[in-house]
């Protein structure tokens, strides 16, 4: 018997979960999104009376406002967005202990070991998507089929509250059909490449020749070959529910452009400081730190680098964010936003190579969770580093009230 995979994506979640908080804007365009007056100002997500209108994730808010003068915005909280995404992961876990998750509202099911007891994966879809509506008051689209791709493909094709089914012996003339970029990893840049050859749709792509793709594409171009093709033998892992979160960032929009170095420095302290507390708070360090940098022009990259040692420690994360600024930026236009996030996440407990040459380090940890106390009882703002000062109206802000979660990697 073939696997039976399914993929469930929580339609318009971070703005589902806000309109059952508020019923009275569930007839109108609503968008999630940062504040307006401080130049936080980016769409995080939107219902689909905002999507009618043109309005795009990702996009400032004085631009969605343009397609949609009645858009409403509302101030995202992530611990609600967190407490549904936990109740609808408990749904899952009544049909199947294989549940891997890919950002905090998608994830993958392997129900194949369920079917005798609940019926085929169209019916285990259904029953799920039933009880998200009648459950938690949110809806979800499913993609059902025998492999991961494709079942993340069908989860897309039709929203909202909708399953689709694709099969071994349907998906040449469901999926074949579908512009290339809609398959999973085919990027823009990896698209435009792919087009430039004329491969404008998955079937192109499928029929193409795999070595010329190698050439084009290296291994990647290989494995997007064998993605169109249905070769996809990767295993839905089984994880427990800390996993819905891989990595803890957060980014901003400065109230003003940045023009040198000791600007970005005290965002990225900032930054810092709000991922480490987190990291503390869910007994987690990172090993990774990531950098994302969005010029007045738009142009934008990340980058990331290993540290020395797994760490929850503001300074480290802060220094190394530092490193990787300087590597990468040159200076030819001002910055308008930037984002700091910590990755590679282990337990807090968890063994490593200590640094010999660091012997204040407990001290360290010590000292920043004092910080968390404090403020914890008496506020963010209740104590703050002294270069806070040199610039309030800049850092003048808590990266707590624009937590961002970041998705999970498929290949991670």
């Avoid at 611990?79 to 408990?90: D, G, N």
Wanted: aromatic share 8%.
């Amino acid at each position: 018997m073939g696997r039976s995979i399914l993929h469930v994506d929580l339609n318009n979640f971070y703005a589902s979960v806000e309109c059952l908080y508020r019923p009275e804007l569930r007839e109108k365009a609503v968008a999630v999104g940062g504040d307006v007056e401080a130049r936080h100002g980016i769409i995080l997500a939107k219902n689909y009376l905002a999507k009618a209108a043109g309005v795009k994730t990702g996009e400032a808010i004085w631009q969605a406002r343009q397609k949609c003068p009645g858009l409403i915005c509302v101030p995202p909280d992530f611990r609600k967005y967190l407490r549904f995404s936990r109740m609808a992961r408990a749904i899952y876990a009544e049909y199947t202990d294989l549940i891997e998750s890919f950002g905090i509202d998608e994830v993958w099911l392997d129900v194949t070991g369920s079917v005798q007891l609940f019926g085929d994966g169209e019916l285990i879809a259904e029953d799920i998507r039933r009880r998200l509506r009648e459950e938690l008051g949110i809806t979800g689209s499913a993609g059902v089929s025998f492999n991961k791709i494709f079942a993340k493909l069908g989860s897309d094709m039709k929203k909202p509250d909708a399953t689709t089914i694709i099969t071994e012996d349907n998906f040449k003339k469901i999926v074949w059909p579908l512009p290339v970029g809609e398959l999973l990893y085919v990027g823009r840049s990896t698209q435009q490449k792919l087009e430039i050859r004329a491969i404008n749709t998955i079937g192109d792509l499928a029929k193409h020749d795999i070595s010329k793709l190698r050439l084009l594409l290296g291994v990647w171009g290989e494995t997007l070959w064998h993605f169109a093709n249905g070769i996809d033998e990767a295993p839905v892992r089984k994880s427990g529910e800390d996993s819905i979160i891989k990595s803890v960032g957060n980014s901003t929009t400065t109230p003003r452009d940045l023009v040198n170095n000791e600007d970005v420095k005290l965002i990225v302290y900032v930054l810092a400081e709000s991922v480490a507390a987190r990291l503390r708070r869910h007994g987690l360090k990172c090993k990774t730190v990531a950098i994302s940098v969005r010029s007045t022009e738009l142009f934008s990259f990340e980058r990331q680098g290993k540290l020395l040692a797994p760490t929850y420690l503001s300074d480290h994360i802060a220094s190394k964010a530092m490193d990787l600024f300087a590597a990468n930026y040159r200076w030819d236009k001002p910055i308008r936003s930037i984002g700091v996030r910590g990755s590679d996440l282990v337990t807090a407990e968890s063994h490593f190579q200590i640094d010999l040459f660091e012997t204040d380090k407990t001290e360290k940890e010590i000292l920043e969770r004092t910080v968390d106390d404090i403020r914890r009882r008496f506020g963010y703002y209740s104590i703050q580093r002294c270069s806070m000062l040199q610039d309030q109206k800049l850092t003048g802000f808590n990266p707590k009230d624009d937590h961002i979660i970041h998705p999970v990697s498929f290949f991670k």
